[in-house]
């Protein structure tokens, strides 16, 4: 016989069948994701409180919004990006809760972001993705108990949890292999972050040239300014040099790549003339034979959504700051240096 109330909320559910709350929730909404034998006993135990679920009743009966928010500091479609997203999604959506990408590209759309989130409480927990927050913005989440899930994110200080790759160990085994190859001449390629934005990419040129000035190299630093000749642009600073690099490292694959291309343009052999390395073994690399770091992005989103997942329902998280190697991958694009 069903109990006559009609007050049951999803916890309730989720309590009776001692089950968590996504799990309630995939039970209605994501049946494949679920046990037949846990699905139905979810069920059975809604249908004697008289309870049902939608997504706007779970949010009303929870006080969640089973949305959580990314705060991305680049172009979506950036390699990076796009694969945390993927990782996330894959994590977030099989627990019923949907991903809010918002972008953030200047002071102005950030300050917006903490003004109106306090108030709209429409996300269960916020992932960022590539730069830090300070405290005043940690306060107004914390205020709300809203977890917050840095991925890449170089400060650990007011996040709940964080994933990030050693981009230390990453740039020192960039450098220490361009230094072994006899390489003496290096020129590092940076991207030029937005002022008001502290990205992880900060950690991979510092440890570069705090490893090579150990050996005595002080190699020369350009930035990447964006723009539709950015590689251009590139080349022409390359060329105004005092004198030709023997090797180049560069803070993306995303930068390394057509800088290939174009170097054999103007007229140098890769690596021959110049070696080439680049960080993060994107799409393409591999094709191109580019010598990279290698960091795995999509498995990396996924820890942090299995810890987000975790926060929200208040349980403890396992390593809250976990650490991901990265890899040295030799290809051709790098080389001995050749006496002429």
Known sequence: MKEPTTTATIQDVANRAKVSISTVSRSFTRPDLVSPKTRAKVLSIADELNFSISRSAAALKTGQSLRIALLVSNHISNWFAASVIEGLNAEFSAAGYDLSIIQIESREQRKEFFDTLPVRRNADAVVIASFDIDKDEID?????????????????????????????????????????????????????????????????????????????????????????????????????????????????????????????????????????????????????????????????????????????????VDKPNELFPAHLVVRSSTSRVEEH
């Open 140 to 316: 107004r989440l914390s205020s709300i108990d809203v977890p917050i899930i840095g991925v890449n994110s170089v400060l650990q200080d007011g996040f709940s949890a964080t994933v990030n790759i050693d981009d230390h160990q990453g740039s020192i085994l960039a450098a220490r292999h361009l230094i072994q190859l006899g390489h003496r001449r290096i020129l590092y390629i940076r991207t030029n972050p937005a002022q008001s934005l502290h990205f992880s990419v900060q950690q991979r040129i510092e440890s570069f040239l705090g490893y090579c000035r150990e050996q005595d190299i002080e190699p020369s630093v350009i930035t990447a300014e964006e723009g539709t000749y950015r590689i251009d642009n590139l080349i022409t600073q390359i060329l105004s040099l005092p004198q030709m690099p023997t090797a180049i490292a560069c803070q993306e694959d995303g930068i390394a790549i057509p800088l290939i291309f174009q170097l054999e343009r103007n007229g140098f052999s890769v690596p021959s003339d110049i070696s080439v390395i680049g960080y993060d073994d994107s799409t393409y690399a591999h094709d191109v034979g580019l010598t990279t770091i290698r960091q795995l992005p999509i498995d990396m989103a996924r820890a942090a959504a299995r810890k987000t997942l975790k926060l929200i329902e208040g349980e403890t």
